[in-house]
């Protein structure tokens, strides 16, 4: 059980008073007669009053539907069998495109190029041009588009076109290997492929077309690939068969009006992609109504998020954070879209673009975190923050070294949100609360609406105790299904075989006293030394605190009909591993920890595997010490790396 954490920050009275979340509490005392006075309280609010919750969400973000809806949820007692909002029709590019103005919707900043600007007025035309285009081209609602491009306004066009339609979206970040895009496109069989020339990363061109030959020839249902000109003007794409280049593509006619095809609020706008680390990947389907709602809700109430702001979220468009970021614009806010290194040309590139466009929500990795940390960066000194008034991190937990960190040497009054949820579900589990406080290592809230709890191996609830992360009942973001997956025997497989009617999500959590959360890695990676299960994180927070490790991973190696722990080092510049360090080491995670946290042996290595999407993949490294396989190296972003975990004879002892 942990004790309470510091207390890092809280709003102001006068700042809770100008938040949404109060007015969305104020609405609901309002309408239902209740003296709510606390998100602690409308939280338990919403889990009593689950279809009134959701009823008023869909007001308070005013969504755009061409029919109302006969029930908010049907089947609410059977999570895999709940629909929400039956009856109603909409369009998901019609609620991101509801603005046509001439406020600044996107800001396009390549890495080392000149910003680059369009108003809401220019994306709706934009918009308008490529959706006739793509329906000349025969495309119709149901249909797939794909798109292997970099995080830059074509991308966020090719998307809101093909959903005005009722087509389905789907990309890959350009970085994705060959094998890596066939195993997802493929198995959705896109009728268009848009994709970028190439893409800048680290002061490097990276040419994309022979790329995109392979992948084509490889998609037999493609009937047009789209070039869109990145690192050259004019690319010769002339191998690539039915290819065009994205201006000659798009249609010429101006002052179009958009036919935004209205659908059911379940029908399909994303396919999304499970790592694929442990074999060919999980096609996750997202209907239109359950990603629009959940993200409004996310966005203006968790995130504060509001029409005058500007917001950035570091991702690449194979990451579900830059479909949860593209949402703002149905707010009307202005979205940065950053392409790139974030240490290119220097160390605080992304700092200084928040200085110069004056962002005022920030979204990062915790991993970007902690290494603005080690490179001894300050970006509070350096920079003009004055604009900035919410940090948000995710992709894995982070340490309460970072939460100093942030509130240290970046910004003393910021609300930082570290937020967890993911690929599954294309939104989060738990996440920020502008309206209450910050505590470090905790994530502040569960999210409105989302029964999150914490269960132990007899699937009993768990509080101020380390259990599995489960979610008891449904919710509207829920995946419509997996692609292929007829009698959804591999979607009850991935969430519900574990406890009957209840999503399990593969984290270990604790909820805490504060009504917070604490995320301690994933539980499918689960360290059992002596029948005790520990989570990787754990570990990882202490490591976090010693300056001589760069970076580690941890996994259990089977041993003596047991399970050892073994710590993978990476070190920093200049540092050497012997008995001193390794007794650092022992000694931090077990003060910090307990005796059964610290590794059985310590091993350097010269570097650690991450997935694509930057996650640590203690599974892959597991496999490798185990001389079992590795199913899809083209999910990992370094795979060359697994090499140095085959056959070290310090684990044959």
């Not at 995109?212 to 690939?225: E, G, M, R």
């Not at 706008?269 to 694929?276: L, P």
């Not at 950053?338 to 220097?346: A, L, M």
Request: charged share 20%; net charge negative; glycine share 6%.
């Amino acid at each position: 059980m942990k004790i309470l954490s510091l207390k890092l920050w809280e709003p102001s009275p006068e700042s809770k008073q100008a938040k949404n979340m109060t007015r969305f509490i104020e609405t609901i005392n309002s309408k239902y007669l209740v003296q709510i006075t606390s998100y602690e309280e409308l939280y338990t609010w919403s889990l009593e009053n689950t279809s009134s919750l959701w009823a008023e969400l869909w007001k308070f973000a005013e969504i755009k539907a061409s029919q109302n809806y006969d029930h908010v949820v049907e089947n609410y007692e059977q999570m895999m069998s709940a629909r929400w909002f039956t009856g109603a029709k909409l369009n998901f590019a019609e609620n991101l495109l509801r603005f046509r103005d001439n406020k600044t919707a996107l800001i396009f900043k390549g890495e080392g190029q000149e910003s680059v600007r369009m108003t809401y007025a220019m994306l709706y035309d934009q918009v308008a041009r490529l959706a006739k285009s793509l329906r000349s081209l025969g495309v119709t609602q149901g249909d797939r588009v794909a798109g292997f491009m970099p995080n830059m306004p074509e991308t966020v066009i090719a998307m809101l076109a093909t959903t005005s339609i009722g087509a389905v979206w789907s990309s890959c970040s350009p970085d994705f290997g060959i094998k890596g895009v066939v195993d997802r496109f493929g198995q959705i069989k896109p009728k268009v492929l848009f994709s970028a020339d190439g893409y800048f990363y680290n002061g490097k061109a990276f040419d994309s077309l022979e790329r995109i030959l392979q992948i084509s020839s490889d998609l037999c249902d493609l009937v047009k690939v789209v070039i869109v000109p990145n690192i050259e003007k004019e690319p010769d794409f002339r191998k690539i068969p039915n290819a065009i280049l994205y201006n000659h593509f798009l249609a010429a006619d101006e002052n179009l009006e958009i036919e935004f095809t209205q659908v059911p609020f379940n029908h399909p706008t994303y396919i999304m992609y499970s790592s694929g680390t442990t074999g060919v990947p999980k096609c996750i389907v997202h209907g239109a109504g359950g990603t629009l709602i959940q993200h409004l809700k996310e966005l203006m109430l968790h995130t504060d998020l509001k029409r005058e702001d500007t917001i950035l979220y570091f991702t690449t468009c194979g990451w579900m954070m830059w479909n949860w970021m593209i949402s703002s614009l149905a707010i009307g806010a202005t979205v940065v879209l950053y392409d790139g290194s974030p240490f290119y040309p220097e160390a605080g590139a992304l700092w200084q673009l928040i200085q110069d466009e004056k962002i005022t929500v920030f979204g990062t990795s915790a991993k970007y975190l902690s290494s603005v940390e080690q490179c001894g960066l300050h970006p509070g000194e350096s920079y003009n923050l004055m604009s900035l008034k919410t940090i948000l991190s995710t992709g894995s937990p982070l340490s309460e070294k970072s939460f100093q960190f942030v509130y240290q040497h970046i910004k003393q009054d910021i609300c930082l949100s570290s937020i967890s949820g993911g690929t599954d579900i294309i939104s989060c589990f738990a996440l920020g609360n502008p309206i209450g406080a910050v505590y470090a290592g905790e994530i502040q809230c569960r999210g409105l609406g989302m029964k999150v709890e914490s269960y132990n191996s007899q699937g009993q609830s768990l509080l101020k105790e380390k259990g599995e992360l489960v979610c008891t009942a449904p919710f509207p973001s829920m995946p419509i299904c997996f692609w292929n997956d007829a009698d959804q025997a591999k979607y009850y497989k991935a969430y519900f075989n574990v406890y009957p009617n209840v999503w399990r999500h593969g984290d270990f959590i604790e909820i805490t006293e504060t009504g917070g959360v604490i995320i301690y890695g994933r539980s499918d990676a689960t360290l059992n030394p002596g029948g005790v299960r520990i989570g990787t994180a754990e570990i990882y927070r202490q490591i976090e605190s010693l300056p001589e490790v760069a970076d580690c991973v941890v996994v259990g190696q089977h041993w003596n009909n047991d399970i050892r722990v073994i710590l993978f080092i990476k070190l920093s510049e200049g540092i050497e591993v012997n008995n001193e360090l390794e007794n650092k080491i022992k000694a931090t995670i077990k003060l910090n920890s307990t005796p059964r946290h610290v590794p059985s042996k310590i091993i350097a290595v010269k570097d650690i595997p991450y997935t694509l999407n930057g996650k640590k993949v203690e599974i892959a490294v597991a496999n490798i010490i185990h001389n079992e396989p590795v199913l899809n190296l083209d999910a990992l972003a370094n795979p060359q790396s697994l090499e140095l975990f085959k056959d070290l004879p310090e684990l044959k002892v």
